[in-house]
């Protein structure tokens, strides 16, 4: 039979995230020694207190379809995080709980967007954001931002981005894959412009809003005149190791908390049960309780740094959140390492995986052809090995 995949799929790109990782553990089950800084995920295991209440939730019986949009006990978890973290007030009719903020963001796409709307994305952009646009029949209208600026929008280029068909912007902070923050002030900078487009819906994805090593997060749905148009996107997969239980959550307008709730209620009729009841405990308990990883990815951030900048060609931020560098390494363009010649960030990644055996992400996957994407998710020992082996090869 003839293959009739839809457009739809075949216009697609394949998470490149996610598609390095498959490649780094084929070649590892071939028998290389790789050394996987291409995914987004703690090496962490989840604390035992979590791990408790997941148990106790499976001997409680807790096995029935839960309310679509998440448990009551959950959303008022989740309700007095945002308040107590963000100072934001959402009620359980604004929050709605999915299959990791990956659906989160998935469900508001389908929610607001129309075809042809417009999605302004601050490049570089989280790999799945320009896809998930796609997917909704809305267009990314891509915003260039550099290292000059530490990978952040500023109001000018976004004033400038601006048309009568643009529906949204979508940003994370700290940001996959740059590891930076915006402070308060830039954010009322481009609240400042978003005031005098009252039609325009900001998506705040604050996932790794706990991993910040400049302490402060501030929430853009806390700043004048933004709380009724920001749909704030979290989860637990990146604070609380949980990347495998798959929970996220908005805090957004009721309409848009309503839309999501119908959009899931045909599609996965709600989140999991045992993740859900296990997350419950995981928001309850003081940010202290994961304060060890955080200080543990500030480690490691420093030495990666200090590392990397020893390395000819490797043009860095210093990123003040997430798990993540984002080397500019655009100075190889041209060259020939080991008889293959590097034309491009993808060029580049590939032959870091082929010389040094070192998997990585290129750039080109989150809007940027400059540079690769290393997650310092990985022990000490492993990133100064990757690092050393990156040394030799280049
Ligand atoms: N947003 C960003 C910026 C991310 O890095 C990730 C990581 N996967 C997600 C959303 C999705 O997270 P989840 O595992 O909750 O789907
Ligand atoms: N967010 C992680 C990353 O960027 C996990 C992979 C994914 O969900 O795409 O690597």
Redesign the pocket.
Known sequence: MSNHLSDRIKNMSTSA?LAMAAKARELRNEGKDIIGLSL??PDFNIPDFIKEAAKQAIDDNFSSYTPVDGYAELKKAISLKFKRDNNLEYGPNQIVV????????FNVALVVLNPGDEVILPAPY????SDIVKLAEGVPVEVTTGIETDFKMTPAQLEAAITPKTRMIWF?SP???SGSVYSKAELEGLAEVLRKHPDIYVVS?E??EHINFAGGHVSIAGIDGMYDRTIT?N????AFA??GW???YIGAPEWIAKGCTKLQGQVTSGANAIAQRAVITALEAPVSKIQYMIDEFHKRRDLVLELLGEIDGFNLNVPEG?FYVFPDISAFFGKTLNGTTINNASDFALYLLEHANVATVTGEAFGNPNCIRISYAASEKELKEAIARIKAVV
């Open positions: 995230t987004g995920e999915s299959t990791g903020a990956k659906q989160s963001l989280w790999v799945s954001y994370s940001c996959n894959p994805d996932i790794y996107v989860g637990v997969s990146k949980m990347t798959r929970i996220g997430a």
